[in-house]
């Protein structure tokens, strides 16, 4: 079954900040990884947490909480280009280190 | 970018037929993967390899099958296409550094009539 879930849609304001979770159900793994796809394009990687904790890239962060089993990727001053879907990643110790995807979450911005 | 393309870029095909997409790559990453992207779906992977002539299985295998001859060709066979597997395949590499990275082609949108 699906080891990642995260929310299927986000809406948010231009100039504003979200917050897009993705927990996870499984218990090996290398880190958590977030990737933005804009529509008829392909999947761009945008950030990885190998450790808990906040990792800062410009105006995007991600958090990692193993014990909670939870991450989050975090848009600041939204544009509207950053109007894309967004999924979480993890390769699985537990599935011969195969990388497993979410589902993906669509962030729909308004101006 | 990892310099990967996959061809062809678009393809319309009948039931019953066999296709075969190509993922080429030139920054000689050893791992390579093929995916579907499908409305609700999310990413799913199909094979992968992690050397030439070495492949396994992913999670929506049957149907399909690999070949890599070569470090930059990885091969993805629909052997009697069906209707099911009209889909957006996408070709990645790397996914094993410290960061975990992969690099995506542009994908190939197959529509199975």
């Known amino acids: 079954g699906q080891s990642l879930e995260q929310p299927s849609e986000v809406t948010a304001v231009e100039g504003a900040i979200v917050q897009i979770n993705c927990t996870y159900q499984t218990s090996g793994f290398y880190g958590l990884s977030w990737y933005q796809q804009h529509d008829g394009g392909a999947p761009t990687f945008l950030s990885y947490n190998a450790l808990d904790g906040l990792e800062e890239t410009g105006r995007f962060s991600s958090f990692l909480s193993r014990s909670d089993s939870y991450g989050y990727l975090l848009l600041q001053e939204l544009q509207m280009k950053d109007s894309a879907s967004y999924f979480c990643?993890?390769?699985?110790?537990?599935?011969?280190?195969?990388?497993?995807f979410g589902k993906g979450t669509r962030l729909h911005i308004l101006p | 970018d990892a310099g990967i393309t996959q061809s062809p870029r678009h393809k319309v095909t009948e039931t019953g037929t066999p296709v075969t997409l190509r993922c080429h790559q030139t920054e000689n990453h050893r791992y390579m993967y093929w995916y579907r992207q499908d409305p609700g779906h999310g990413l799913r992977l199909i094979h992968y390899s992690y050397g030439v002539k070495d492949t396994d299985k992913g999670e929506v295998s049957d149907g399909y099958s690999v070949s890599r001859s070569k470090t930059e060709d990885f091969l993805l066979t629909l052997e009697s296409a069906t209707s099911s597997q009209t889909s957006v395949y996408f070709c990645a590499t790397g996914g094993q550094g410290a960061d975990n990275e992969q690099f995506f082609g542009p994908g190939t949108r197959l529509t199975v009539l």
């Open positions: 990643a993890v390769r699985d110790t537990n599935r011969d280190d195969k990388i497993i």
